[in-house]
Structure formats: C-alpha cells, structure tokens
C-alpha cells in the first residue's frame, strides 16, 4: 500500500513541475499581507498593539477569504487533468486503490499549504519589521496560529478534493469554497467557530481575536480538525469506489 501510494505522490508531483499553481501560491499570501499592511498604516492611530494589530488585519483577509479560495483553487487543479480526454477511465482501470488516488492529492495538497503557512509567516515578519517593530516582540501565539491554520486548511482540502472529484467544472468547487466561508464567518459570530469547517480557520488562526486557543479551545480544534478530514475523506474514497465517474 506505501509503495503504491509513494507512486501516486510521484504522479502528483510531476503534474505540478510546470504549472503555474506556484504562482497563485506565492501571490494571495503577498495579496493578503500588502492590504493588511496598508490597512494598518492608514489606521496606526487607532491600532495600538504592534505585532498584535498588524495580525488583526494582515489575517483577516487571508484567513477568512484568500486561504479558503487558495485551497479551493489548489484542489480544483490537482482534479483538474482526471476531468480531461478520458483520464478518469484510464485511471480508475489503473492498479492503483482509490483510497491511494485521494490521499496523495490530499498530502500533496498539505505540502503545498504548509508551504503557503511558512510564506505568509515570514512576510507577515517583514511586513511587522517595515514598519519599525522588532522580532523580539513577535506574538508567541504566532507558531499555535499557524500550526491550528495549516491543520484547518487541510481540513478543508479534504472536503474541496471530494468536491472537485465529483464535479468536472473548476469554477463550480472554488464558488462552493467561497459561499463556505462566509458561512464560515457568521458561525464565528455566533460563537460556533469550532464546529464548522470554514470557522475552524479563522479561529485557529485567531484572525478576528488575535488571541491564541485556550488549552481546551486547542484541543478541540485538534479533534475537530480529526473528525472533519476523517469524514470527508471517506465520503470522497466510498464515492470513488462505488459511483461511476464522469470521464
């Protein structure tokens, strides 16, 4: 099973060598931390904790718009080659089991997430030192928003890899991921961030409090993290295995 699964990540890879997935990964974090930079600029007098009120802006937008549509996006184009010239027949033909197929988009997908996390942390920390903070008074929650970030944005792959396994338009899936995450948005108000998917990332993120979770908030997060990838991901490999695609 490793060694079928180390296959298929390979196949993954290679998809991505020469596509311009980089790009867009590069881009909306630099988006999200130029506004957030700005915002803060223009409104110091009224933000007064530093590091603390840089977050507060430079998150807002990634955490609560940019990341879900990056996501979105990334799954969309992992699914994308499947959808053309018959790929899916060939595949599903393939002596590859289909749990393999989704769990190496979905670990290749947290790579790149991972790696979208560390960029976004360190111009977060450029952004911070431009504008005269030091790095000696970096918010000590800032590695629990990243990590409780990354966990719930492979969450989230695993709900928009089922999606965009099923649906051949790429547009279709990142509208759905949007949609999601201003639902997301008024479960946070109503203080229920930690049971929807799309909330999870703003509160483990601490995008709207800039505070960090609560040892008991922290494992919550982590279970319901657990729970919700879990779920998605077997509903996404049973489909895969009993309903016929649409090649």
Not at 32 to 45: D, E, K
Not at 64 to 85: D, G, K, S, T
Request: charge should be positive.
């Amino acid at each position: 099973m490793m060694k079928l699964l180390g296959a298929c990540l390979s196949a993954e890879w290679m998809k991505l060598r020469h596509s311009y997935l980089w790009l867009v990964l590069l881009t909306l974090p630099l988006v999200s931390v130029l506004i957030g930079c700005a915002n803060f600029y223009m409104n110091q007098a009224a933000l007064q904790k530093e590091w603390y009120s840089l977050w507060s802006q430079v998150s807002l937008f990634y955490a609560q718009f940019f990341l879900p549509m990056l996501i979105a996006i990334c799954c969309a184009y992992l699914c994308r080659l499947e959808h053309v010239n018959q790929n899916w027949n060939m595949l599903m033909s393939a002596p590859v089991p289909v749990a393999g197929l989704f769990f190496a988009k979905l670990i290749v997908a947290g790579v790149l997430l991972g790696l979208v996390q560390f960029i976004f942390a360190i111009l977060y920390v450029i952004g911070g030192l431009g504008v005269g903070f030091t790095v000696s008074e970096l918010p000590e929650e800032l590695p629990g928003w990243l990590l409780h970030g990354w966990m719930a944005s492979v969450t989230l792959s695993s709900l928009q890899l089922a999606l965009s396994l099923r649906i051949r338009s790429f547009a279709a899936p990142v509208g759905i991921g949007l949609c999601a995450a201003f639902v997301g948005l008024g479960f946070y108000v109503a203080k229920a961030g930690l049971l929807y998917p799309h909330s999870l990332l703003t509160v483990g993120m601490g995008a709207l409090s800039q505070e960090g979770l609560s040892a008991q908030g922290q494992w919550t997060s982590v279970v319901m993290n657990g729970l919700y990838t879990a779920l998605f991901s077997a509903v996404a490999v049973r489909r895969l295995r009993t309903a016929d695609v649409v090649a």
